[in-house]
């Protein structure tokens, strides 16, 4: 069955501190993995995006993550958190098997930032 | 660029009363078109989406449909509304050569 995992409802942080968010996906084809970010009340909006190619991806607001596919993971992470990444964060998956190009959610993670 | 808008942005609506919440995308031509429900506090469920006009899937059973009646545009509707139909509906679009997705900025509606 095809499904996204992620462990961690809650996450807090100091400001500056490092930053991982766990994602783990199940996938019959070869995934397309995305993260996106949702602020209180808002769209989402994606942060990064990975097809192929090089498994560490650059995503925009200092954001990168890394695809492996041994652990069926691609956790985001940040090098020093800031006071405005608080927000909810989701991790999807989808695939080119159909034209549909249909995305399955995580159940997110919200991310709390401690000044 | 490309934009895509919904509205209203909130809605208040007594249960029984009918729902229609449009979404429309400037841009692009031929987008493949999604609505998701999400709960408070949950993720997203897709509901329906669409790859032209006229053509509507269902992801869930459920009292909401959906019309795609111009290229760009995708209403979603309710004839009945239930208290369960109370939540944060998002609108999405992806374009025909990648599956990334680019989503609205949402409408709350809440039941009474």
């Known amino acids: 069955a095809q499904s996204v995992t992620q462990p961690d409802i809650h996450i807090t942080v100091s400001e500056g501190a490092s930053l991982e968010l766990r994602c783990n996906y199940s996938?019959?084809?070869?995934?397309?993995l995305f993260w996106y970010v949702q602020s209180p009340g808002q769209g989402l909006q994606l942060l990064l995006k990975?097809?192929?190619?090089?498994?560490l991806v650059q995503g925009i607001k200092g954001f990168e993550a890394e695809f492996k596919r041994s652990q069926s993971s691609f956790n985001l992470r940040k090098p020093s958190v800031h006071w405005s990444d608080a927000a909810e964060y989701f991790c999807?998956?989808?695939?080119?098997?159909?034209?549909?190009?249909?995305?399955?959610f995580g159940s997110g993670t919200r991310l709390l930032v401690r000044p | 660029s490309q934009t895509i808008h919904q509205w209203p942005a909130t809605l208040v609506q007594p249960v029984g009363s009918p729902l229609s919440l449009e979404c429309t995308v400037e841009g692009t031509s031929n987008p493949n078109l999604y609505w998701y429900r999400q709960a408070a506090g949950r993720g997203l469920q897709l509901l329906f989406y669409s790859v032209g006009i006229g053509q509507i899937s269902s992801e869930v059973p459920q009292n909401l449909s959906a019309s795609r009646p111009q290229d760009r545009q995708f209403i979603l509707s309710s004839k009945k509304l239930l208290l369960s139909d109370s939540g944060f509906y998002l609108c999405?679009?992806?374009?025909?050569?990648?599956?990334?997705?680019?989503f609205g900025p949402g409408t709350r509606l809440t039941v009474t």
């Open positions: 990975y097809f192929s190619g090089d498994t």
């Open positions: 999807a998956v989808g695939g080119s098997e159909d034209s549909s190009y249909k995305l399955i």
């Open positions: 996938y019959g084809a070869t995934p397309y």
């Open positions: 999405a679009w992806s374009g025909r050569t990648g599956p990334e997705q680019y």
